[in-house]
């Protein structure tokens, strides 16, 4: 049992399945859809983009 040589391409499927559902399903867990509010890694990477110009 397992996977091997045999049914390799099943069990890539059957992952890949798995992980576009898990990915799918994110917005709708509630400590997931949190993870942005208490780290807020996205105001660092768009800090630079929504800082006042400079007027010349």
Same mark, same amino acid.
């Given at each position: 049992? #397992?996977?091997?040589?045999?049914?390799a391409d099943l #069990?890539? @499927?059957? !992952?890949?399945?798995? *992980?576009?559902?898990? !990915?799918? *399903?994110? %917005? !709708? @867990? %509630?400590? !997931?859809?949190d993870i942005p509010?208490?780290? %807020?890694?996205?105001? *660092?990477?768009?800090? #630079?983009y929504y800082a006042?110009?400079?007027?010349?």
């Amino acid at each position: 049992m #397992g996977i091997n040589a045999s049914n390799a391409d099943l #069990g890539i @499927i059957i !992952l890949m399945t798995l *992980l576009t559902v898990a !990915l799918a *399903l994110v %917005p !709708l @867990i %509630p400590i !997931l859809r949190d993870i942005p509010r208490w780290v %807020p890694i996205h105001r *660092l990477i768009w800090r #630079g983009y929504y800082a006042p110009k400079a007027r010349e």
